[in-house]
């Protein structure tokens, strides 16, 4: 079982590895829409989807580990968490699982807080742009020379009201 629990610990070092990884490129991120760098931006989200790609796929090893784990524990469902599995290990492998649940749940907690910041601020970018595109849209009028929402093809008398008052 000691190597079992050996194994869950190497497991869990890559994946916290994995989700510092992760946080960095939240903060690329960030920085790249505060600086309004969208060919920075679509590299670091590529670049994200390629280690949430490897988080998935290494998923499947942490569970067949944990699997013969709780196996020989004989654990039931509402029992089979990392602080129980810490109480069950052996001292060595122990301290490390902790070291590194509290590492992870930092990171988690940090990079929860930036993706919601994130959303929050290109929220208010769209917002911004979408705003911008309605002034422009009512200055230059309808000259039959918009386009469906795929651009590809012209529509014709989409426009609405620029204004509306109290009224209607």
């Known amino acids: 079982m000691e190597h079992e629990f050996t194994s869950l610990c190497d497991l869990l070092d890559d994946e916290l590895i994995r989700q510092e990884t992760l946080l960095s490129l939240l903060q690329s991120q960030r920085k790249a829409v505060l600086e309004r760098d969208t060919a920075f931006l679509d590299a670091k989200t590529a670049a994200l989807r390629l280690v949430m790609a490897e988080t998935v796929n290494a998923e499947k090893a942490r569970h067949a580990v944990l699997r013969k784990i709780v196996d020989h524990l004989a654990l039931p469902p509402e029992e089979q968490t990392l602080s129980n599995l810490i109480q069950h290990a052996p001292e060595s492998q122990a301290k490390r699982l902790e070291e590194c ?9 940090e990079s929860k807080a930036l993706v919601q910041d994130n959303a929050r601020t290109l929220r208010v970018s769209l917002r911004v742009v979408n705003r911008s595109l309605g002034v422009l849209s009512g200055v230059l009028g309808n000259d039959g020379a918009e386009y469906d929402d795929s651009g590809r093809g012209a529509l014709r008398g989409r426009q609405g009201p620029t204004f509306i008052d109290q009224r209607g």
């Open 101 to 109: 649940q509290q590492r992870m749940n930092a990171v988690m907690a």
